[in-house]
Every structure is written in structure tokens, then in C-alpha cells.
């Protein structure tokens, strides 16, 4: 059972737009920064989104994310076949006295 | 900036599971560096982090037998994870960040099995 809640799949046509959710609570979407991932299978994941809206260098602007609140969003716009992997948010829950990484359980995506 | 973890592969029920991640084409002594492992088939799990100066947090469902380490001299961070059961099998990776980030370790399998 993941802190964060993620669907577990999400599914469009090529060139179509697919948005993908992170719902958590206060002590973690709430009150810190959340990343997103993406994980082709096999190999280890890739950071598409950091501090909820921004992109590294050499990430297409077909990637965005969002938060409102307690929740997360990925958008991916003019969808492609290699866009075909699963995605993962992450953020930090301030729950406990340390603090923890927390992430979603993943949500695998299907260009159809 | 590079990742690589190494370690043995396997390893027995009760044991202590030992890995190191070598990071090139930059210095340690800059950031927080993690590890996040994924059992097969399953989600990401944040295992811990340390700051190059020796600062760590642990997961807290896996504190009582993780120890995460750093030689700055040879530009690397380790980890350890005591008492292992099958329930640790899983592709262990390190990473430049506090819980992941921007470079990641291709991973490494690590099987826990007599």
C-alpha cells in the first residue's frame, strides 16, 4: 500500500493528451515539492518533473506537471509509442520526526 | 555524472546484503545521495539518504537494519541491510538526491535465497 495513490493504468491514442493524478494528504503532496518519473521497464527510472513544474534539460515541453493541494498532476500532451512506460510521483512526508521519500505505486501508461 | 552500483547478486536468508555506488564525472562532496530499491513487479521503495558530510534518514520500516555510508576519497556511498528475507529481493538503485533525482544508477538485481 503506496502513501501515494496513483491509477493503476491510463491509456490514449498517439498524438492524444493523457493526464496522470497523485493524490496523497498534508504531511506529504500538501506541504513539499513532488517529482515524477518515467520507467521504461528494465531500466531504472528518469526524472521528468521535479519541484511540481519543472523540467531538466533535454525534457520536451510534452511533459508538465501541476499541484493543487494535497494532489498531483502529469500531463503529456501530442502523445507518442515511446511514450509507453510507467510513471511514478515521489515527494517527501514530514509525518515522522526524519521525515521520508514517499512514492505512488505507479501508474503504467498505454499508447494505444 | 555517473552511477554504477556493484555487490553481489545474491545473497542468504539472515545475511547482510553490501552495496556500493561509484559515482564519476563529478564530486560526491555536493549533494545527498540515495538509495530506492523496487522489488519485481512492484513500486519504488525509498530506503534512505546521506549527505556527503555523513548526515543520513532512513526509511523508518527498514531504520533498525539500514546503514548507509560515504568515502569521499573514493568517491563513494554504500549500503548496508542487515538480517535480509526473501521480502528484500528486488533491483536496488542509487541516486544523486534526497530521495531520487536527476542521475540514477542503472540498478542492480539482488536475490535473497539460500
Known amino acids: 500500500q503506496s502513501v501515494l495513490t496513483q491509477p493503476p493504468s491510463v491509456s490514449a491514442a498517439p498524438g492524444q493528451k493523457v493526464t496522470i493524478s497523485c493524490s496523497g494528504s498534508?504531511?506529504?503532496?500538501?506541504?513539499?515539492?513532488v517529482s515524477w518519473y518515467q520507467q521504461v521497464p528494465g531500466t531504472a527510472p528518469k526524472l521528468l518533473i521535479y519541484?511540481?513544474?519543472k523540467r531538466p534539460s533535454g525534457i520536451p515541453d510534452r511533459f508538465s506537471g501541476s499541484k493543487s493541494g494535497t494532489s498531483a498532476t502529469l500531463g503529456i500532451t501530442g502523445l507518442q509509442t515511446g511514450d509507453e512506460a510507467d510513471y511514478y510521483c515521489?515527494?517527501?512526508?514530514?509525518?515522522?520526526?526524519?521525515?521520508?521519500?514517499?512514492f505512488g505505486g505507479g501508474t503504467k501508461l498505454t499508447v494505444l | 555524472v555517473q552511477l554504477q552500483e556493484s555487490g553481489p547478486g545474491l545473497v542468504k536468508p539472515s545475511e547482510t546484503l553490501s552495496l556500493t555506488c561509484t559515482v564519476s564525472?563529478?564530486?560526491?562532496?555536493?549533494?545527498?545521495w540515495s538509495w530506492i530499491r523496487q522489488p519485481p513487479g512492484k513500486g519504488l521503495e525509498w530506503i534512505g539518504y546521506?549527505?556527503?558530510?555523513?548526515?543520513?534518514n532512513y526509511n523508518p520500516s527498514l531504520k533498525s537494519r539500514v546503514t548507509i555510508s560515504v568515502d569521499t576519497s573514493k568517491n563513494q556511498f554504500s549500503l548496508k541491510l542487515s538480517s535480509v528475507t526473501a521480502a528484500d529481493t528486488a533491483v536496488y538503485y542509487c541516486?544523486?538526491?534526497?530521495?531520487?533525482?536527476?542521475?540514477w544508477g542503472q540498478g542492480t538485481l539482488v536475490t535473497v535465497s539460500s
Open positions: 541516486a544523486r538526491g534526497q530521495r531520487g533525482g536527476d542521475y
Open positions: 564525472g563529478g564530486s560526491i562532496s555536493s549533494s545527498y
Open positions: 546521506i549527505y556527503y558530510s555523513g548526515n543520513t
Open positions: 498534508s504531511s506529504n503532496i500538501g506541504n513539499n515539492y
Open positions: 519541484e511540481n513544474n
Open positions: 515521489g515527494t517527501w512526508d514530514s509525518s515522522l520526526s526524519s521525515g521520508g521519500g514517499v
